[in-house]
């Protein structure tokens, strides 16, 4: 079965928003990860190929020990400054929680890259 796989060899380094704040409350509305990733998405004019919704590689959505979270791709600060500033002020604005975290790279399983060939 083709599957993607992560993968240890390689390393991300970003920031971890957390859908909580300062305060411990939950932050509103439920979808504000993906809602960020849009405006991202905007500001730095990349659309993957298949998706029906805007994404980029620079921000995703995750959830993290129940929380929901954005992981803000380090690049993203280089690519487009703007955004990354961005991305920060919206953070700051709403007292979310920024962690510097890495995650780990994605790969695809050596069948399915054959398959995509």
Not at 19 to 46: A, C, N, S, Y
Request: contains cysteine; proline residues 6%; glycine residues 8%.
């Amino acid at each position: 079965m083709d599957r993607i796989n992560l993968t240890t060899q390689g390393q991300i380094s970003g920031y971890l928003i957390k859908g909580i704040t300062h305060r411990q409350k939950v932050f509103r509305p439920g979808d504000w990860g993906e809602r960020l990733m849009g405006v991202i998405t905007l500001f730095v004019g990349e659309r993957r190929p298949g998706l029906h919704i805007a994404s980029t590689r620079l921000a995703m959505p995750i959830v993290s020990g129940g929380i929901k979270c954005l992981f803000v791709s380090d690049e993203l600060r280089s690519i487009c400054p703007d955004a990354f500033e961005f991305v920060m002020r919206f953070a700051a604005d709403n007292e979310l929680p920024v962690d510097e975290q890495t995650a780990p790279l994605f790969s695809v399983s050596p069948s399915l890259a054959r398959a995509q060939a």
